[in-house]
């Protein structure tokens, strides 16, 4: 079946990096026009964060993020990075790894995703 499985987070002070990454399997990857990290902090609504073309490796980036994260990817191994740095204590937050198969829609639009993986938390300490 499906799976998008997130690993590299944790716990890191304010100023600090980390690296997730997402590996996809189970369906046919070629198929992916857009990979995506979105995230959720308690009590808000889950937000876009970046997101990148696996056929031409452009990107897309947040506003909150745009000069501290850098979205990339391997498609040899199925698999986005999401490196963060400089991290704030507001990036705080479940990641989500999502997949988007069909074309059109928009990059932060989570509704345009069809496969999403089950997070990995990020906290970040002032």
């Known amino acids: 079946q499906v799976q998008l499985v997130e690993s590299g987070g944790g716990s890191v002070q304010a100023g600090g990096s980390l690296r997730l990454s997402c590996a996809a399997s189970?369906?046919?990857?070629?198929?992916?026009?857009?990979m995506a990290w979105f995230r959720q902090a308690p009590g808000k609504e889950r937000e876009a964060v970046a997101a990148?073309?696996?056929?031409?490796?452009?990107?897309d980036y947040s506003d909150s993020v745009k000069g501290r994260f850098t979205i990339s990817q391997d498609n040899a191994k199925n698999t986005v990075y999401l490196q963060m740095n400089s991290l704030k204590p507001e990036d705080t937050a479940m990641y989500y790894c999502?997949?988007?198969?069909?074309?059109?829609?928009?990059?932060?639009?989570?509704?345009?995703?069809?496969?999403w993986g089950r997070g990995t938390q990020v906290t970040v300490s002032s």
């Open positions: 189970g369906y046919n990857y070629r198929r992916t026009n857009r």
């Open positions: 999502a997949a988007r198969v069909q074309y059109g829609g928009r990059w932060w639009n989570e509704n345009d995703y069809n496969y």
């Open positions: 990148i073309n696996p056929d031409d490796g452009s990107s």
